[in-house]
T-cell receptor, first 116, second 111 residues
Framework: GAVVSQHPSRVICKSGTSVKIECRSL??????MFWYRQFPKQSLMLMAT?????????EQGVEKDKFLINHASLTLSTLTVTSAHPEDSSFYIC????????????FGAGTRLSVL | QKEVEQNSGPLSVPEGAIASLNCTYS??????FFWYRQYSGKSPELIMS????GDKEDGRFTAQLNKASQYVSLLIRDSQPSDSATYLC???????????FGKGTKLSVIP
């Protein structure tokens, strides 16, 4: 299957700092990428849909000024958690949608964010 | 609102048995259906995709789709302890970019 690379895999930061997470589709172009958040023992929660060259579409309740998304190219989307607080600690997972028939979504390995 | 329903489990099966995972969806116009496996602390990985009614087999896995009943299932033959994970059913509606995920069924294969 297609490969989606997500970095970093784990980050620990102090409250008030910003953290950038990168998501790259390595062997296919992804005009659409998705960012999810998952708390322990809970299901995936879609945060936003990222389209190359345009503004991201955020789900209800997700603060766009706190979770900045930039989809600068067909293979790269970034999520920046600004002024992180302990309640932002979670597992963040990106997903890239293939443009091949079937339009399968492939997931990155996820980033575990811990805010102290 | 589009919904995807799964039994949360846990579903426990002995090693070597067939595990049957079920999923129903509310959007009758849904076109694409996926099963993902998620190990604890890891991200989801694609197991199967299915787009038309009937069965689709890949190794020990068989996906079954019945659009009339709005039902999709995943069978795992000769279950192994390494199959122990949470299985997520995902559905994409017609003309939609997004997948709607079920909450997942936790499968435990007992050695």
């Amino acid at each position: 299957g297609a490969v989606v690379s997500q970095h970093p895999s784990r980050v620990i930061c102090k409250s008030g700092t910003s953290v950038k997470i990168e998501c790259r589709s390595l062997d296919f172009q992804a005009t659409t990428m998705f960012w999810y958040r998952q708390f322990p023992k809970q299901s995936l929660m879609l945060m936003a849909t990222s389209n190359e060259g345009s503004k991201a579409t955020y789900e209800q309740g997700v603060e766009k000024d706190k979770f900045l998304i930039n989809h600068a190219s067909l293979t790269l989307s970034t999520l920046t958690v600004t002024s992180a607080h302990p309640e932002d600690s979670s597992f963040y997972i990106c997903s890239a949608r293939s443009t091949s028939p079937g339009y399968i979504q492939y997931f990155g390995a996820g980033t575990r964010l811990s805010v102290l | 609102q589009k919904e995807v329903e799964q039994n949360s489990g846990p579903l426990s099966v002995p090693e070597g048995a067939i595990a049957s995972l079920n999923c129903t969806y509310s959007d009758r116009g849904s076109q694409s259906f996926f099963w993902y496996r998620q190990y604890s602390g890891k991200s989801p990985e694609l197991i199967m995709s299915i787009y038309s009614n009937g069965d689709k087999e890949d190794g020990r896995f068989t996906a079954q789709l019945n659009k009339a009943s709005q039902y999709v299932s995943l069978l795992i033959r000769d279950s192994q302890p390494s199959d122990s994970a949470t299985y997520l059913c995902a559905v994409r509606g017609a003309g939609s970019y997004q997948l709607t995920f079920g909450k997942g069924t936790k499968l435990s294969v007992i050695p």
